[in-house]
């Protein structure tokens, strides 16, 4: 039981990891191209 809790954690942790470098990655993207304009 506690070694599956600790798989989801981990896994959990590294979905929100992939979730927030995508969303500062399109941020980035955004201002960006702001930039240019």
Avoid: P, R, T
């Avoid at 039981?1 to 896994?11: F, G, I």
């Avoid at 500062?24 to 702001?34: A, D, F």
């Amino acid at each position: 039981m506690l070694q599956n809790l600790e798989k989801e954690m981990k896994a959990f942790d590294s979905f929100c990891k992939k979730v927030y470098n995508y969303s500062s990655n399109k941020e980035g993207e955004v201002s960006w191209q702001l930039k240019i304009l």
